[in-house]
Each structure stands twice: as C-alpha cells, then as structure tokens.
C-alpha cells in the first residue's frame, strides 16, 4: 500500500488536532509536518502497518471519542505510534513486530515541540504511545484505554476484511519462514483467547465477541495449515520464542513461557464448522464481487455501444447534410 494516495480530509484532520492540543506554529509548517508523517506510513515496505491502517485505528477512536477526556491527544499519539517502523526480521523479532515505540514517541516529542504543542501535551502523547507500545492500559486512565482498544479493534473486522488483514501481515512479513510464523501466531491467538477481555474502554467491550470469533476461526485454519508443513531441518533454527515474546510484549505481557507450538490441539467439531462458515462467506464475497464486476462490464459495453451508435448517427447526419448542400452541383441539369 506505499503507494496509496492519502485521502483529502486526512492532513485538515492532523492539523485540527495539532492545533487542538495548542500548537503555535502557522498552519503551513503543521501540514509540513503532517505530510512529512503521511510519507512515513506510505512507506513501500508497509503492507499492513501503513496509512490505511492508521486511518482505521484513527476512525476507531473518533468511535470511543466520546469516553475519552483528551480526544485530540488521543489522535496524535495514534498518528504517532508506528510512525518508525521496520518489517525487517531482526526487528519484527526483537522489536515489538517492526514498531519502534520508542523513536516513535521521541519523533512526536521532536516534531510536536517544534510546532510549539505545550510540553505537557507532548508528555502525555508520549506516555501514551508507550502505554500503547505494551497494550497496558491502567485501569483509571480512559484515554489509554481507548488508545489500546482502538489498535486492537482490527480484530473484530467484519470476516472478510479480517481475512485481508491477515494476508496483508503475512505479506509484510514473507521473509519469515511458514513454520516460524504459523507456530508464533498460534502461541499469540491461545493467549489472546486465554485473556478475560480483550477490550478495556467501555464502549471497546463491544467488540469483545467479533474478535473472539476470529480469532477461533484463525486457530482453526493454522492448525490445519502447520499440519501441511514440512519439518525443520536438523540444526535449523526457530525464531518462534522470540517473536512471541515480541509480540507479546506489545499485548501487555511479560516474555513469553511459551515454546513453539510443534503439537497442535486438535480441532473440536465447533472448530471444524467455523473453517467451514468463514471459508463459505469467503466464497459468496468472491461470488458477488464476480457478479458485481460482471454486472460493471457489461454497463461499460452497453455505453460503449451507446457512444459508437451515437457517433455512426452523427456521421450519417453529416454525410446527408453534405448531400443536401451540394444537390445542385451534383445532379445533372434537366430540360
């Protein structure tokens, strides 16, 4: 997605904040600065932590806004919470899945101060964004609440887009071997669904079942897929431990105890009917979006069929008129 264009509204949206949280710089350096942030989540090696997600995790806490006490510093710590961000496998497997909470909060206490927002505002943004970096959320501060439930939010997407989700992370992290990535993402599904609740805001309690289901569903499919894969070779080495720990480390969890999943449950009947359903819903969206492109190729063939009959018309009116303007010419004279 590094080549997706930012939406119109997205850098007068930055500035209203910026200004909100009381930036004193004039409105050319705020959008300077916005731009300069839209390019970073535009990136070529972002497929999944690019700008379509930042505008989701974005709309999502304009969704709590109403629980949160500083919904605009809310938003600036969300523009900057992956805002450095590497897809490189030494950082996916050490740093947190590729975002670096840290030069991120730094970057908005460099940026943020030179547009002249409050030190207290920065600070705040700050913690926040460290806050999100561990997905710890204290149980009085609402707007950390809001901040974490609206990056994890993705997981109650609606089927077919948490299966492009999903492809989207896979993509981004090809260069990591299946058998590394299908173990560490069965590691982090069980203790996910291990959790009492995933969302810690009020109105994140909400999608506590969505992102449940899709989170069975996934187990399910990955269970089946690790049993298709090969065996590591001897002396082969797995990278699991410490992509789990990495990951969870952005989910509010101390190292991970667990070691790779080589043993996979197996699937309960419940199990089996969710694959079942999901991969049904996923073949009706294929189905319409067949049928609806069908239906938009014909509506662009019946047009053209209208343009070229509208032309050979034109042409045919023409070629009389020219017969009628030189009739007198072209017949001979009679007696």
């Known amino acids: 997605m590094g080549s997706t264009e930012a939406p119109q509204w997205l850098l007068s949206a930055w500035r209203r904040s910026v200004e909100a949280v009381g930036a004193t710089a004039d409105r050319a350096a705020i959008e300077s600065t916005g731009q300069a942030l839209i390019e970073r989540w535009t990136s070529e ?33 969300a523009w900057y919470h992956g805002a450095v961000f590497t897809s490189a496998a030494p950082s996916a497997y050490a740093h947190r899945g590729g975002a670096d909470a840290e030069a991120s909060a730094e970057l908005a206490r460099s940026e943020l101060g030179a547009l002249g927002v409050p030190e ?13 970096s561990r997905h710890v959320a204290p149980g009085n501060d609402i707007d950390a609440q809001a901040l974490c439930d609206a990056d994890l939010g993705g997981l109650a997407a609606e089927p077919q887009r948490y299966e492009a989700y999903l492809r989207e992370v896979r993509e981004e992290y090809s260069h990591i071997p299946d058998r590394d990535y299908v173990e560490a ?25 969505a992102a449940r289901d899709n989170l069975r569903a996934e187990r399910a499919r990955l269970e089946i897929e690790l049993t298709t894969l090969p065996e590591r070779g001897e002396g082969e080495e797995s990278h699991v431990a410490e992509m789990v720990a990495a990951k969870m480390a952005v989910l509010g ?75 007198s010419m072209s017949r001979p004279p009679t007696r």
């Open 120 to 132: 207290k505002a920065i600070e705040r943004i700050g913690t926040l964004i460290q806050y999100l």
């Open 185 to 209: 993402r069965l590691a982090i599904i069980g203790r996910l669904l291990e959790r009492r609740t995933l969302f810690a805001s009020p109105l994140g309690h909400g999608w506590e079942n």
């Open 253 to 327: 969890e101390g190292p991970a105890e667990a070691g790779p999943v080589t043993e996979p449950a197996p699937l309960t009947a419940a199990d089996r009917v969710d694959v079942a359903r999901r991969a049904a819903r996923e073949r009706a969206g294929e189905r319409r979006a067949a049928a609806e492109a069908d239906r938009e190729r014909r509506q662009r063939e019946k047009a053209e069929r209208a343009e070229r009959k509208a032309r050979e018309r034109e042409a045919a009116r023409r070629g009389r008129a020219a017969d009628d303007d030189g009739s």
């Open 45 to 77: 090696e972002r497929v999944h932590h690019n700008l379509k997600r930042l505008i989701a995790v974005l709309a999502r806490v304009d969704e709590l806004a109403a629980e949160t006490h500083q919904p605009d510093v809310v938003r600036l710590a």
